[in-house]
T-cell receptor
Framework: SQQGEEDPQALSIQEGENATMNCSYKTSINNLQWYRQNSGRGLVHLILIRSNEREKHSGRLRVTLDTSKKSSSLLITASRAADTASYFCATDDSSYKLIFGSGTRLLVRP | SQTIHQWPATLVQPVGSPLSLECTVEGTSNPNLYWYRQAAGRGLQLLFYSVGIGQISSEVPQNLSASRPQDRQFILSSKKLLLSDSGFYLC????????????FGPGTRLTVT
């Protein structure tokens, strides 16, 4: 069963604009992660946020986590054409398993 | 640094033929290893995971199997492929020191005809 669900399914923005993607999940989590996947490639780990953290930054990425709403957001600032990819959130529940959402397809137009 | 390899990169196989996909990890010891399948435009479905040599846990009952003959080698197999086995297969590793952060290989695109 899917735990994380990303929203929107697809997003098209102009280079230089900010991109915001959201992830909602259903049950309690230990951590939430965001991954990027370029077309036809493997996933790249972007950032992990723990359940006791509210916000985390990594370069142009900002992730927030609201455990009361069971949601997270990924903000990419000053987007570039190279940011075009699918973005997935993944949650874990203290088993060995990550559960991935269906992803948001981001298109950054030059 | 750690690297993860998968091969082949692409594969076209007829229905009923056998399958063997290989995944190897370099630069780490005792990793947890995972096989996922991704349907077009979808998220990842966990197929198998392994916490050690010979230890395999299956998540989805189907005609696929996995084996871990060596610490850093993970193999996905099938005796007879089905059309529904087509997809993008991804292997991932995870360090026991940093659980849940998974690092993925480049994937194998399998088309069953």
């Amino acid at each position: 069963s899917q735990q994380g669900e990303e929203d929107p399914q697809a997003l098209s923005i102009q280079e230089g604009e900010n991109a915001t993607m959201n992830c909602s999940y259903k049950t309690s989590i230990n951590n939430l992660q965001w991954y990027r996947q370029n077309s036809g490639r493997g996933l790249v780990h972007l950032i992990l946020i723990r359940s006791n953290e509210r916000e985390k930054h990594s370069g142009r990425l900002r992730v927030t986590l609201d455990t009361s709403k069971k949601s997270s957001s990924l903000l990419i600032t000053a987007s570039r054409a190279a940011d075009t990819a699918s973005y997935f959130c993944a949650t874990d529940d203290s088993s060995y398993k990550l559960i991935f959402g269906s992803g948001t397809r981001l298109l950054v137009r030059p | 640094s750690q690297t993860i390899h998968q091969w082949p990169a692409t594969l076209v196989q007829p229905v009923g033929s056998p399958l063997s996909l290989e995944c190897t990890v370099e630069g780490t010891s005792n990793p947890n290893l995972y096989w996922y399948r991704q349907a077009a435009g979808r998220g990842l479905q966990l197929l198998f995971y392994s916490v050690g040599i010979g230890q395999i846990s299956s998540e989805v009952p189907q005609n696929l199997s996995a084996s871990r003959p060596q610490d850093r080698q993970f193999i996905l197999s099938s005796k007879k492929l089905l059309l529904s086995d087509s997809g993008f297969y991804l292997c991932a590793w995870e360090s026991r020191a940093r659980p849940y952060e998974q690092y993925f290989g480049p994937g194998t695109r399998l088309t069953v005809t």
